[in-house]
């Protein structure tokens, strides 16, 4: 047998040609989202397109002004791989998630991601989405300061609010078709159906699976697999449910 001209990839990929095409899909899709927890250029959904370098932290947009305040820092560099990740993180989130047909007002209908309050994402966001459609669906970015009063969207990231709104948005999501996306700690526990934390540097993630009762929204086993599932924690005494 001939070396191997790729020797420090797994053993196991020398003949990946030769697998049948179900075998190298559930192959792809357990690879996809693994390497995506440390770097984005390993996703089947396409690189993103290289960031400006006097970007900075124009990912945190204050009121999504996109202001680019100089030379970004190591920090500042750092923050913007960390989002790239999520964002990414957030688009496989919906491509192994199925969504009820009672979601939408038609077949053509697009899947509405909402940003509620300080947006960490700026343009991020939009660049892991361009050009893709997701179950054969448009993805419609919408953002909002506010903690709205109902929930039209069909994902929505919980983005820099106050503990309060925080609790307000996961009331106000259940028994709603809406995977909530944080990153707060306890975001899961606590009512949230995903919940994104940094590990000894790279991006993780945990799921409240008692959320896909309510929601009616399912997760496929590969992304579960890549989890670390959390149980909903009980509410303290005369807190409100």
């Known amino acids: 047998m001939p070396p191997d001209p790729h020797p420090h990839r797994d053993p196991s990929d020398r003949h990946a040609a030769a697998a049948p095409p179900r075998a190298t899909a ?12 440390a770097l984005i250029p390993l996703l089947a959904c396409g690189d993103p397109a290289p960031l400006p370098s006097n970007m900075g932290l124009a990912v945190m947009w204050e009121g999504g002004n996109g202001h680019l305040p100089g030379t970004p820092t190591a920090a500042d560099k750092a923050r913007i791989k960390e989002y790239r990740v999520k964002a990414a993180l957030v688009l496989n989130f919906i491509k192994y998630a199925n969504f009820p047909k009672s979601a939408f007002t038609s077949n053509k209908a697009p899947i509405v991601v909402l940003v509620v309050g300080k947006d960490p994402f700026g343009p991020l966001l939009e660049r892991a989405f361009a050009k893709k459609t997701l179950h054969g669906r448009p993805i419609v970015i919408k953002r909002t300061t506010k903690v709205p009063r109902t929930l039209d969207a069909h994902v929505v990231f919980a983005g820099g609010l106050k503990d309060k709104d925080r609790a307000t948005l ?15 700690p306890g975001f899961a526990e606590a009512g949230g159906f995903i919940n994104l934390y940094l ?24 992304l579960l697999k890549l989890a670390r599932i959390v149980k909903p924690s009980k509410p303290k005494e005369g807190s409100p449910r």
């Open 199 to 222: 590990k000894k540097g790279k991006v993780k993630f945990e799921v409240n699976t008692e959320r896909q009762k309510d929601t009616k929204i399912k997760l496929k086993a590969e």
């Open 26 to 37: 559930r192959r792809s899709i357990g690879a996809v989202l693994g390497s995506t927890l």
């Open 170 to 184: 996961i009331k106000i999501s259940r028994k709603k078709t809406c995977l909530l996306i944080g990153e707060h």
